[in-house]
């Protein structure tokens, strides 16, 4: 995946010569270097990935993923220096692409399902994302899951995200436009359900189209007035619901625009 198509440029001039003040040098001096890019931009990507297992992401499968989608190809070219950064990054429309450690924090607990426990070589079946934005998400989780369906309201970002996916030729992952409150019942039932965006609650549409042993990873408002991610398991049993960590996400909305 990290073909040999050119990265991002790097231009490196040299500094000012006699020649520019006016003088010939006696050293004729280096031609502009345009560096090779694909090399600068994979250490920084490396960096990214040492940088979440030093923070303590462990799951092979979520690191290899990190590992093998360059964020820097989802970015306006404004940003692609910061592509590597753990931050947000905006992508248009008043939306933006989640941190990276955010991004890999939900896929592991994703891959925590429990049909997947003590599975930690296999991929998850079905996956249901909620808000494809660029589609780097989108991508990330083809690598871990067999079949990505993803999910935007607003057909500005949808038609971006297909632009972005054409570059890496995913057959594996179908991007829909609609309303993903409702879930998307054509791919149903989901082994995984993973929102990026926070509404009030998790609409039941999704705990219907979670298969038994399948979890849905999703930020949602909590009682203090902010946002925390929720982590919910269907199993034979019941639901089961855990709150976690608090998050900040943007708005969950309904309705296509
Ligand atoms: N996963 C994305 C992050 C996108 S930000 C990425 O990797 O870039 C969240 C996205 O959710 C926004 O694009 C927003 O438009 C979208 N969204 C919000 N409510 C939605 C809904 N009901 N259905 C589908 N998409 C929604």
């Known amino acids: 995946m990290t073909g040999s198509r050119p990265g991002f440029p790097v231009r490196l001039t040299p500094a000012a010569t006699a020649a520019t003040r006016g003088r010939q040098p006696a050293v004729p001096s280096k031609p502009t270097v345009l560096m090779p890019e694909t090399s600068v931009s994979a250490a920084v990507h ?67 399902a429990p049909a997947l426990s003590g599975k930690p070589q296999q991929r998850l079946g079905r996956v249901l994302e909620i808000g494809t934005g660029c589609g780097y998400q989108a991508t990330v989780l083809s690598h871990v899951a067999t079949e990505v369906y993803s999910i935007e309201r607003l057909r500005g970002l949808h038609e971006r995200a297909r632009a972005n996916l054409r570059f890496f ?24 359900i993973i929102a990026a965006a926070g509404g009030e609650s998790v609409p039941d549409a999704w705990i219907e189209q979670l298969a038994i042993g399948g979890r849905i990873v999703a930020p949602t408002h909590s009682s203090a007035g ?32």
Request: net charge positive.
């Open 46 to 112: 490396a960096r990214m990935v040492q940088r979440l297992a030093a923070q303590g992401l462990a799951d092979r499968r979520v690191l290899d993923a990190m590992a093998a989608v360059q964020r820097h190809r989802f970015v306006d070219s404004a940003l692609v220096n910061q592509a590597y950064e753990d931050t947000s990054l905006p992508i248009g429309l008043g939306q933006t692409i989640s941190k990276p450690s955010v991004v890999a924090r939900m896929i592991e607990l994703l891959l925590a």
């Open 169 to 192: 030729r995913l057959a594996t992952v179908h991007l829909m436009l609609g309303d993903g409150m409702l879930g998307y019942p054509k791919g149903a039932p989901y082994a995984g």
């Open 226 to 257: 902010g946002q925390s991610l929720v982590v919910i398991d269907k199993t034979a049993r019941g639901i089961d619901r855990r709150i976690l960590e608090a998050v900040h996400f943007v708005p969950l909305k309904s309705g296509i625009a």
